[in-house]
């Protein structure tokens, strides 16, 4: 048989999600990127290895897998999306203190090069680019490890006080 | 222990993917959906449940996961932009004959609601609205049972000649 | 000589959108369909035609003209731009009551075909999709008389309380 | 009477087109700053002062006017739609060498900050980020005299062979 298996594990996102709305968005980056709260489910199911939170710019680590494959032989589109979705996402977290809450309005993403296994991990990068009372804007690229560029994109998010 | 766990499983998708440059394009998302063929891999790490897949239009059934959760308690966009991209891009793929092959340019996704385990199961809907020589262009909605609208997509993909 | 000219006219626009600010988005938007307001200079720099609005929905007719061509010999894209930004911009005004002020976020506009004089006159159709306390969101196309699509798009407004 | 009035002139785009034809896309472009061959008339429709062409990046000069403005009291979107399309258009050209050809697929556009009369002169730059053999991805950015920015854009082009 050639069935491949993959299972991973996450703990209950309502309870950090509840606890982030205490904190400013960079510690809660900050402390689900040391451990002291779980990540969220998705980083798990895409298998985020690492996430690096400043203010305004946040890079994550994904090691390419079969398992992230489309029908037609290379790493499914959705899976830049995810990962540039959630750095972008989290550097306009990063940005906001307590009391203030996002949620994304739109992402575009533009596939560059299609990617493979061969690549081994690659680093998505988001950067926010302005951020006002009532929404921010972020790009977001995926290079691998010398810097070549797979996809890039931009999101805009709602802000507002909770 | 809060702990939960998922266990997925999947086929070489290389083996899948040559096969299908044998057959149209809507001949093997049909295999596909009738278990002839595996789907890929990431139709098994999303959780995707049903495709069905016609001339131009594709639909699949999601049933929503805690799995799916991102780090501010709802489901992450990336669940939304995983299968919108592939709605849309299976809807351009059931255009192709034998000898012709896609790629995805980019997406746009507009996230209208946010989503959460409560919806049960939604339907994503992939339909393309123009292909030409070159190019082809599909656009994609996810609803609910009751046909209530949470994400709408757009793709550009490049199409040509193995 | 080859030169060709166009002149056009229009009235102070900071002196409508002041009064527009004490009617709702779609007696605003009717007022300029019958000529009772000034329409935007910018209706007179594109050559717009007619402007329909209804609620959610705002149909414009532009007759395409050589002042509006590209260095490659077609209709510019940002002639389709303007004119699906006018029409959803305005789709998302006109639900509008007194009191509530919009501005857009973001566009995104897909070219299925290129365009010329020989097509005579466009009708592009704005129509909201989702209007939200915070946010709206809107779809375009842009058609000839047979229905033809040559162009689509998809719009994010912020709305807010003035 | 309060009535503004603007008279713009061009020459044929369809002879200049031709001859673009049988030139590197960088020397057209060039061509065009120098007044060589005449700009097309989307420029003088818009009012675009300058232009500068070097490869893969391309910069464009527009004075704001009141003739931009939209209904409600700032500038068009469309008019930082249409010059990012120009400078990013521009840019994919300036790469393609005689007997090569593109066109634009999409554009997205973000709008960061509103833009009034106020600004003067805004400057639009356009940059390739990856040309291929079948597309070409650029981005751009629309700032004032002191670099603030106030729109951003991506785009797809599709590029062949004549």
Redesign the interface.
């Known amino acids: 048989m ?17 606890k ?1 709305q205490t904190m400013s968005g960079l510690d ?2 900050k402390a ?1 990127s040391t451990g002291e709260l779980p ?4 980083f ?3 298998g985020i290895a690492t996430m690096i939170a400043n203010e305004g710019l946040v890079t994550m680590e994904l090691p390419i897998g ?8 290379s790493v ?4 830049a ?3 540039l ?2 750095v972008m ?2 550097a306009v ?1 990063s940005l906001l203190p307590v009391g203030r ?14 990617m493979t296994e061969a690549l081994g991990t690659v680093i998505a990068e988001g950067r926010v ?2 951020a ?1 009372r ?2 921010a ?1 972020a ?1 977001g690229k995926l290079v691998d490890a010398r810097g070549k ?1 797979y996809a ?1 994109g ?1 999101t ?1 998010c ?1 802000i ?1 006080d909770i």
């Open positions: 050639s069935s491949r298996s993959r299972t991973f594990t996450w703990e209950d996102p309502k309870a950090s999600a509840l982030g809660y980056l689900m990540p969220p489910p998705i798990h199911l895409l079969e398992y992230h494959y489309n029908p037609i032989g499914h589109g959705g899976v999306a995810t990962i979705d959630s996402g989290c977290h809450a996002y949620s994304t309005l739109e992402i575009k993403i533009n596939y560059l090069r299609p680019i302005n006002g009532k929404a804007f790009e560029i890039t931009s805009t709602a507002w």
